[in-house]
């Protein structure tokens, strides 16, 4: 087989750069030609030996098209990659105002009962969400800081989960 190292990155498996600003174009045209030429239909005159060892190249190159799809779990993986692991079960600590502005939001939240009121919900916290990954692109690609982009990535969790929230009381709300 004519790919890379199991063991290699997610960036090297497609070959792009490692760095947080991707085309997700590019990204899953990547994807479709590796999943084309590790195809264990393609191997299948090899015997069955050659099928598994296609099947596991499938399974790594959809985990790392899963990571590298999704800016967040890209930006964790980056990290990761770059000595600074995102560790959201054990490393909670944030910032008192940015903690405050969670609970403010999901007392907005609570307070919420028609879908116009949700919806004004998400107009800022679409922003917000903007904003973050921008600051992570900059800490990720600009300055090599990936300790402070762990920490930008841990409070991006928390929104992420608040818009998942608010999205599912928009789809009660719907019903």
Known sequence: MSLVDLQSSDFALFG?????????AEIDARWKDLQREAHPDRFAAQGDAAQRIAMQWSVR?????????DPLARASYLCELRGAPIEAENNTAMPAAF??????????????GTVEALEALGEPLAKTRREAFERIRKLLDDEGDARAAAGQVRGLMFIERFAHEVEHKLDQLGQ
């Open 61 to 69: 190159i959809n985990e790392a098209y899963r990571r590298l799809k």
């Open 16 to 24: 792009l750069p490692e760095r947080f600003a991707q085309d997700r």
């Open 99 to 112: 903690l405050m502005e969670q609970m403010e939001l999901r007392e907005a939240l609570e307070e919420a």
